[in-house]
């Protein structure tokens, strides 16, 4: 299984990204996906997350209205929309995947992890 997260960058705060997973033999609608990302001296934290099985999502606190979780099955996708970038958004994003649980913003519920994805918002 591999997972590959892509589309990281610098970007102006304010501007947007858009991060995406690709997953290789791994049907992702299937299994729980993950974002999570670790800035400098901080613990990895969960960003958001989606359960296919039943469409339920999280974010964290600090990422709700301005970033979107959502999956392209068609293309074993999951990308993260992410507007109105902070500073504090500055750090590698990592996507995740696991086996299927209510328990989606728990690291530990994964068991596959991309290579991570730098983001730096800075003007």
């Known amino acids: 299984v591999q997972l590959e997260a892509s589309g990281g960058g610098l970007v102006q705060p304010w501007g947007s990204l858009r991060l995406s997973c690709a997953a290789a033999?791994?049907?992702?609608?299937?299994?729980?996906i993950g974002w999570f990302r670790q800035a400098p001296g901080k613990e990895r934290d969960i960003v958001a997350a989606i359960r296919p099985s039943d469409g339920s999502t999280c974010y964290a606190d600090s990422v709700k209205g301005r970033f979107t979780i959502s999956r392209d099955d068609a293309k074993n996708t999951v990308a993260l929309q992410m507007n109105r970038l902070k500073a504090e958004d500055t750090a590698v994003h990592y996507c995740?995947?696991?086996?299927?649980?209510?328990?989606?913003?728990?690291?530990?519920?994964?068991?596959?992890w991309g290579q991570g994805t730098q983001v730096t918002v800075s003007s």
């Open positions: 033999g791994l049907t992702l609608p299937t299994n729980i």
């Open positions: 995740a995947a696991g086996p299927d649980t209510w328990r989606i913003s728990t690291m530990s519920s994964y068991s596959y």
